[in-house]
């Protein structure tokens, strides 16, 4: 199976700052991976998939970057309705698997 | 408008069956590949299973020999019969449509229904 790490855990932020979310496999698996924002109570919502293509209606301030092992998104300037918590998604292989999520809060 | 709306989840003793329905409006469940994913209070989202266009099924382990997933074209309706509970079975399930619209590029779950809630207590 294919591992996710997802760091950090959780990050403590203002509005306006830029935020960066890593997410390294234990395998390769080239641009097969997918970001999603969850906030309490509701279901995930994609934000990018084939590691950096925007879904549409998405804010450009979000971005995605990485391929093989290492990936990246990024939040240009964080706007109150980003705080949630983020997972990235493997789409290499089954099992599909998810990160343990980063928990963005407000600082 | 495309809308996935899980039911049929609620507590049940350890042991027991559960079936869970996803009723799908907006696009044709057989012409897409769907799963289940589930999310356990507190924690991250896990995959649990999908059915392919094709009738192919795939399970994450630890579901394996008790929980099928299946689909009833004349509802457009996918299913997840849970059989032999057990409590880390607790959790909020999710159906979701996967993403091969760049086939054979998987690009994803962009659709997802709103949840149903199974208790193993």
């Known amino acids: 199976d294919i591992q996710l790490t997802q760091s950090p855990s959780f990050l403590s932020a203002s509005v306006g700052d830029r935020v960066t979310i890593t997410c390294r496999a234990s395998h390769n698996i080239y641009n097969s991976l997918a970001w999603y924002q969850q906030k309490p109570g509701k279901a995930p919502k994609r934000l990018i998939y084939?590691?950096?293509t925007l879904q549409s209606g998405v804010p450009s301030r979000f971005s995605g970057s990485g391929s093989g092992t290492a990936f990246t998104l990024t939040i240009s300037s964080l706007q109150p309705e980003d705080f949630a918590t983020y997972y990235c998604?493997?789409?290499?292989?089954?099992?599909?698997?998810f990160g343990g999520g980063t928990k963005v809060e407000i600082k | 408008e495309v809308q996935l709306v899980e039911s049929g989840g609620g507590l049940v003793q350890p042991g027991g069956s559960l079936r869970l329905s996803c009723a799908v409006s907006?696009?044709?469940?057989?012409?897409?590949?769907m799963s289940w994913v589930r999310q356990a209070p507190g924690k991250g989202l896990e995959w649990v299973s999908v059915l392919y266009s094709a009738g192919t099924t795939y399970y994450t382990d630890s579901v394996k020999g008790r929980f099928t997933i299946s689909r009833d074209n004349s509802k457009n309706t996918v299913y997840l019969q849970m059989s032999s509970l057990r409590g880390e079975d607790t959790a909020v399930y999710y159906c979701?449509?996967?993403?091969?619209?760049?086939?054979?590029?998987?690009?994803?779950?962009?659709?997802w229904g709103q949840g149903t809630t199974v208790t193993v207590s």
């Open positions: 907006g696009f044709i469940v057989s012409d897409n590949y």
């Open positions: 084939g590691a950096s």
């Open positions: 979701v449509r996967d993403d091969y619209s760049n086939s054979p590029y998987y690009s994803g779950m962009d659709v």
């Open positions: 998604q493997q789409l290499n292989s089954y099992p599909l698997t």
